[in-house]
C-alpha cells in the first residue's frame, strides 16, 4: 500500500530537549516537504526536497532542520524546541518528474507535537 | 506571491442542507494547480480535487460540486445535501506550476464545517 508514515504520532516534550520527527515514503518519490498546521493559518511548508542530498527553505524554516540521506527518509529535526513549535506537522510526498509530477501530494497522517 | 483566502472559518448546518464553502486566490502565474483537501476530525488529510488553470468547467462528484471561475480568482466547493459525516475542516490550496522549483501547496486557512443532525 502506498503511503507516508510519520512517527511518533504524538510527542509531548520540553522546552529545548532535541526531537527528531521521522518521514519515510514507499513510492519512490522524488519530493517530500514538511508542513505545520496552526489554527486559522492553514498548513505552512517548513522545508522540502526535490531529491537526495537537496534540501530548501520553505515559508516558515526557522527552528527546523532537515536531511535527506535517502529516497524515502525526510526526518525533521527540532535542534532546541520552544512553545511555539506546538503544532500539528505533516510530511507530504510527490513524483518530481514524468507523468505522474502533476499529480497531489500524498501527505502523512500528521504528527502532534506539544512543547511544554 | 501566492494566497489563498477562506474567509469562512466556521459554518454550521443542518442535516440535507446545500453548503458553499468559498475560496479567493491570487496567484502572478498562469499556469497553476488549484485543490481541496477534507481534514476529518481523527485528523489526516483526505484530498478531494484538483484543478488545473486551464480547465474551468465545473466538476460533479456524487454530492460534492466544484466552481472554478477565473474571472474572480474563486474556487468553491458546494456539498449538497449535507451529512453528519461531512463535519471536518476543509482546505482549499494553490500551487505553482509544476516546472518551479517549489512547488510548495499554498494552503488557505480552512473552513470548519459542522453539520448537525
Known amino acids: 500500500e502506498a503511503q507516508v508514515t510519520q512517527n511518533p504520532r504524538y510527542l509531548i516534550t520540553v522546552t529545548g530537549k532535541k526531537l527528531t520527527v521521522t518521514c519515510s515514503q514507499n513510492?519512490?518519490?522524488?519530493?517530500m516537504s514538511w508542513y505545520r498546521q496552526d489554527p486559522g493559518l492553514g498548513l505552512r511548508q517548513i522545508y522540502y526536497?526535490?531529491?537526495?542530498?537537496?534540501?530548501d527553505k520553505g515559508d516558515v524554516p526557522e527552528g527546523y532542520k532537515v536531511s535527506r540521506k535517502e529516497k524515502r527518509n525526510f526526518p525533521l529535526i527540532l535542534e532546541s524546541p520552544s512553545p511555539n513549535q506546538t503544532s500539528l506537522y505533516f510530511c507530504?510526498?510527490?513524483?518530481?518528474?514524468?507523468?505522474?509530477?502533476?499529480?497531489?501530494?500524498?501527505f502523512g497522517d500528521g504528527t502532534r507535537l506539544s512543547i511544554l | 506571491a501566492q494566497k489563498v483566502t477562506q474567509a469562512q472559518t466556521e459554518i454550521s448546518v443542518v442535516e440535507k442542507e446545500d453548503v458553499t464553502l468559498d475560496c479567493v486566490y491570487e496567484?502572478?502565474?498562469?499556469?497553476?494547480?488549484l485543490f481541496w483537501y477534507k481534514q476529518p476530525p481523527s485528523g489526516e488529510l483526505v484530498f478531494l480535487i484538483r484543478?488545473?488553470?486551464?480547465?474551468?468547467q465545473n466538476e460533479i462528484s456524487g454530492r460534492y460540486s466544484w466552481n472554478f471561475q477565473k474571472s474572480t480568482s474563486s474556487f468553491n466547493f458546494t456539498i449538497t445535501a449535507s451529512q453528519v459525516v461531512d463535519s471536518a475542516v476543509y482546505f482549499c490550496a494553490l500551487s505553482e506550476a509544476v516546472y518551479n522549483a517549489g512547488n510548495m501547496l499554498t494552503f488557505g486557512g480552512g473552513t470548519r464545517l459542522m453539520v448537525k443532525p
Open positions: 484543478r488545473n488553470s486551464f480547465d474551468e
Open positions: 496567484t502572478r502565474d498562469t499556469t497553476y494547480y
Open positions: 507530504a510526498s510527490r513524483p518530481r518528474q514524468g507523468s505522474e509530477m502533476n499529480q497531489p501530494q500524498h
Open positions: 526536497s526535490m531529491n537526495v542530498e537537496v534540501t
Open positions: 513510492m519512490n518519490h522524488e519530493y
